[in-house]
Every structure is written in structure tokens, then in C-alpha cells.
């Protein structure tokens, strides 16, 4: 983010506010210390702070002193200067000892955008027509391990203590926030079974909408193959009930399972029979163009001699 330019910065916006309240006979109210006609405390350090994209963010810290009200027609008056300016949109960032902010924000037209344990962020779409503003996180990302030792054709399956049917199925569950795919596998399949595995691939994504583990939001559930190299099982009292190493047979032809992990089982069957490249999606590290950071990619193999090439043969 680039700063807003001197003209259109807060400490301006407040004093002007200040200026005209007290011009029309009225006083800055005050609940902390200070004269009642001091501008508000802190005020001057508030930084206004110009996006890509022509809107404006506000990061409302060390403002202990100022009041809701104050804060409110301060802050009535920089959106009277930021429409005029042109500015599409306004994110307010409220750390969360602020929170008395918030109603005021919503008073004039501010909606919650997210928040986060400690703060919470407000937008005021000010451009033409309707809000052009990103969304927040529309889903939560599961994922189970799919264990398979090939030496013994046995899978690795659990059931839930806390389910009203107990079916079998992979152990599994949340990611943390930044953590990979493989790495939340090999995790949660070690915290739920006590079995030491590695991630060999992704097998199959589903995406399901409303889900109420999702507190009512979208749910990314991955399956990744796993490697055991350990296998002796010492699971979690507190979510399993069950835990053991089944043969793929037996969990392709039992009933009492889930119709993802049926689905599953049989395509390790196909890829145990025929070689698992024709079920994997394998993973490559990749850095990204314009942040510098690296990324994982998960596709097909792709042949060596593909990856180089330059056009058509
Ligand atoms: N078809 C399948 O085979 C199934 C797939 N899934 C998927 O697995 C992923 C989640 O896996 P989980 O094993 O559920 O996650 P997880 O392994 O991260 O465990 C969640 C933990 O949170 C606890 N918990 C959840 N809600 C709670 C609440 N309101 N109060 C107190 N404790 C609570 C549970 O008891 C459990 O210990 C999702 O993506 C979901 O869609 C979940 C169940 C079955
Ligand atoms: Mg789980």
C-alpha cells in the first residue's frame, strides 16, 4: 500500500472535523482524560493509507481516549472527503479493545468484512454501483490420509467416537491456517492413529456447500495416498472409536463406510492393480511470479521432457 498523500490524510480530515463541530457550537465529547474541547486523544496518529485499487485503509490503534461519538463525526467527515476524492471503498481495522467503534462505523453505512482473534476489519464501498470488494474465506480445507502399505494390500481406517453412525473411513481432519496439504495429512493421520506416514499424492477433492461443520460456509475436503513407515496403531480415545489396518478388499465391498471413502478405496484398487500413476495427482514446488514466495502444484505427472518443451512438435 502506498500512504495517502499529505492532503488527504487523517490528522487533516480530524482537525477540519474538529474545526466545524466546534464552529456549529458543539463540544468533543470525552470519556477519558483531558479538557472536553482537546481534540481527541491520539487522533493526530491516525493513518490513512491509499490501495492499488483507489480505496482507503485505516488502522484504528492508540485511540484509548477517543470517544464514539467524536470518532463517528471524525469519521463522517473523512468519507464526506474520500467520496469527493474519488476513493472507492474504505477498510477500517478495529483491534478489538476498540470495539466501541464499530457501531458508529455501521451507523454510517460500514459492514463487517472479517475478523480475526484479535481485530476486526469494516468496509464502506464507495464507488458506482454495487460493492466490488473481495469476499473473505468462503471455505474450510479438510483433509484424511488415504494409508496404504502395499507389502500387506491393508488401508488405514478409523470411526469417529462423536458421529451418530459409526462408518469407517480415513483419519483426517482440519488444516492449520498455512500449513500444506500433505503436511495436514501426515499430521492428523499420526495425532488420530499414531501411525508415522509419508505423502505421496493427492487423490481426490470434493467440494461441498453449506456444510454445518463449516459453520454454515463451503468445505474443501482432501484425500492424499500415504505411505505408512510405521505400524503399530495407538489412536485418540477422545475422537476414535475404532481404529485398524483393513484390507483394501474388505473396504471396497463393506457397506458400513461413507460414499467418498468407497469411491477412494476402489480408485486405490484400480492404482495398486494398474500403477498408481494413473490415479495420482503429484505434487511440485513451484516459485510464484509475483511475490517471490514459493507454491505447491498438484497435476498429473508430467514427463521431464514436457516440462522444457518450447512449442508444438
Ligand atoms: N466422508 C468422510 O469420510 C468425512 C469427511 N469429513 C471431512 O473431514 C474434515 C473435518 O475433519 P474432522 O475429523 O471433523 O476434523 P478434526 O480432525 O480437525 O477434528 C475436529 C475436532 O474438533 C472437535 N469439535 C468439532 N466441533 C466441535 C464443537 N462444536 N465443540 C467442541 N469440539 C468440537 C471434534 O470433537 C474433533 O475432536 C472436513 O473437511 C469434513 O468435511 C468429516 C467426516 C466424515
Ligand atoms: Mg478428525
Redesign the pocket.
Known amino acids: 500500500m502506498q500512504p495517502l498523500r499529505s492532503g488527504s490524510c487523517w490528522r487533516a480530515v480530524l482537525a477540519r472535523a474538529r474545526r466545524a463541530v466546534l464552529l456549529a457550537g458543539s463540544r468533543w465529547a470525552s470519556d477519558g482524560p483531558g479538557n472536553a474541547q482537546d481534540p481527541p486523544a491520539g487522533a493526530g496518529e491516525l493513518p490513512g493509507e491509499l490501495d492499488r485499487f483507489g480505496g482507503v485503509s485505516v488502522r484504528l490503534n492508540a485511540l484509548d481516549h477517543l470517544d464514539p461519538a467524536a470518532f463517528k463525526r471524525a469519521l463522517q467527515a473523512a468519507v464526506q472527503k474520500w467520496r469527493s476524492e474519488g476513493r472507492v471503498a474504505v477498510w477500517l481495522h478495529i483491534p478489538i479493545l476498540q470495539s466501541r467503534f464499530i457501531a458508529p462505523a455501521a451507523s454510517l453505512g460500514f459492514c463487517f468484512h472479517h475478523a480475526e482473534s484479535d481485530a476486526s476489519t469494516l468496509t464502506l464501498w464507495l464507488g458506482e454501483g454495487p460493492s466490488r470488494l473481495p469476499g473473505y474465506a468462503t471455505h ?3 483433509v ?1 490420509g488415504a494409508v496404504f502399505d502395499e507389502n500387506t494390500r491393508k488401508i488405514l481406517v478409523v470411526q ?1 467416537r ?1 458421529k451418530l453412525k459409526n462408518m469407517w ?2 483419519p ?3 488444516s492449520e491456517p498455512g500449513e500444506d496439504i500433505g503436511d495436514t495429512a501426515v499430521r ?1 493421520v499420526f495425532e ?1 492413529t499414531g501411525i508415522k506416514s509419508e505423502f505421496r499424492s493427492l487423490l481426490s477433492i470434493r467440494q ?1 456447500h453449506t ?1 454445518p ?1 463449516a459453520f454454515g460456509k463451503s ?3 482432501f484425500i492424499c495416498r500415504l505411505q505408512p513407515y510405521s505400524f503399530t496403531i495407538n489412536f485418540c480415545q ?2 476414535c472409536l475404532r481404529c485398524e489396518w483393513m484390507d483394501l478388499s474388505d473396504l471396497v465391498k463393506t457397506e458400513n463406510t ?1 460414499p ?2 468407497s469411491r477412494v478405496a476402489r480408485l486405490l484398487l484400480y492404482g495398486y492393480r494398474e500403477g498408481f500413476d494413473k490415479i495420482d495427482l503429484t505434487m511440485e514446488e513451484l516459485p510464484a511470479v509475483y511475490t517471490g514466495l514459493f507454491y505447491k502444484l498438484y497435476h498429473k505427472e508430467l514427463p521431464d521432457n514436457y516440462k522444457t518443451v518450447t512449442g508444438m512438435c
Open positions: 474450510q480445507v479438510g484424511a469417529d462423536n473411513k480415513f483426517g481432519g482440519l492428523e488420530e461441498q456444510n461443520g468445505d474443501m475436503y477422545q475422537e461413507t467418498i471413502t
